[in-house]
């Protein structure tokens, strides 16, 4: 309903992160001609660094659109998606909240089965649609797939994708379950959980601070499910290229720090003994391959060295908040290790790995 009357309350506030480019008009014009039946608002979030005129032509093509600043521009280097959404949340009128990537094109009713969703249980904090390749439409999407899940070493993958095996949605994936994480550029979540859970961790910049999230959720109490009849589609690597040095350093850096920051310290004193084993493992697996990323996983190592004082400040952040122990936690892992069933014994899918 693009016509809302400003005095009642919007059910969906819909939060756009914006760096730059006019992928951002393109991702409006499918939100509003694909979002019926639901009174929602759209933020946008301005994080670029210089103006390219792109947030300009959306507006003028899109007057409703809310637009908050995440302090950055004349020539501020960019403060990251999770700035980018909080400062959208911080904002919101909605009951829920889509975070949503730019690079991603909503499919035709999309709303309704998140929200139908969320109200069949209040225990439900935040669920993911289905997501597709915008690349190519058949396939699942690299980041989000049919829903994130979690090995009990700290490692993701997800329903349809197992490190840089990517599937075919062939209808697989098309009951809803129970989810360890959603991705950010399409994750629905419940408002009211944040007074609890707290807003993303701005310190990861990017990648993983969803993760980081979804963990805080299910510390709260909360469940987090994959909802097959919404689809949106997705194109991966707009913003970071896939085969980038900074993607890969983002992501070793930041699953270091967020294991440091959610798990017990019982957990921590026997689980990163082995995983950082297995860091220093996957270096070496790695020179035989592209040098940026062996680099980028000792450079995201050293960084978690150094930083001390910077993990404890979040780790006691998140640990204040916790409801629940990490035994009931780890029944929502993978309980074998998702690196050793891919790599040495070829698992390529979920069934394959019998989760």
């Not at 995201?300 to 035994?327: A, F």
Request: proline share 4%; glycine share 10%; aromatic share 10%.
């Amino acid at each position: 309903m693009r016509d809302m009357d400003e005095k009642n309350k919007p059910l969906v506030s819909i939060i756009i992160p914006h760096y730059l480019g006019d992928i951002l008009s393109e991702c409006l014009t499918f939100v509003y001609e694909r979002t019926s039946d639901i009174s929602f608002e759209v933020i946008v979030a301005d994080d670029q660094p210089y103006p390219d005129g792109s947030l300009a032509r959306a507006r003028e093509n899109f007057p409703e659109i809310r637009v908050v600043k995440t302090g950055g521009g004349n020539g501020a280097p960019s403060k990251g998606m999770g700035a980018g959404c909080n400062r959208g949340l911080a904002v919101a009128r909605g009951t829920y909240a889509m975070l949503l990537n730019s690079d991603v094109e909503v499919g035709e009713g999309w709303g309704p089965p998140l929200i139908a969703a969320m109200e069949s249980n209040p225990t439900i904090g935040a669920c993911q649609p289905k997501v597709r390749s915008l690349r190519d439409r058949e396939m699942f999407d690299y980041g989000g797939a049919a829903g994130g899940l979690m090995d009990r070493w700290g490692f993701t993958f997800c329903q349809g994708r197992i490190f840089e095996f990517v599937e075919e949605d062939v209808g697989q994936y098309d009951h809803p379950r129970d989810i360890f994480w959603a991705v950010g550029g399409a994750m629905f979540l419940r408002m009211a959980c944040l007074e609890q859970t707290g807003l993303m961790d701005e310190g990861f910049f990017m990648h993983m601070e969803e993760v980081d999230l979804c963990w805080r959720f299910h510390l709260a109490g909360y469940r987090l499910v994959y909802v097959p009849d919404s689809v949106l589609y997705h194109y991966n690597g707009f913003t970071l290229g896939a085969d980038s040095y900074k993607k890969a350093y983002f992501n070793h850096r930041n699953q270091l720090v967020m294991l440091l920051k959610n798990f017990s310290l019982s957990r921590l004193l026997y689980k990163m003994p082995i995983r950082m084993g297995m860091e220093l493992a996957n270096v070496l697996l790695l020179l035989k391959g592209n040098w940026k990323h062996p680099v980028a996983a000792i450079a995201g190592l050293l960084w978690v060295l150094l930083h001390p004082v910077n993990i404890l400040r979040r780790r006691r952040e998140t640990q204040r908040m916790r409801r629940v122990g990490d035994s009931e936690i780890e029944r929502k892992l993978f309980r074998g290790s998702v690196v050793y069933r891919h790599f040495i014994r070829g698992s390529k899918t979920l069934r394959d790995l019998g989760a």
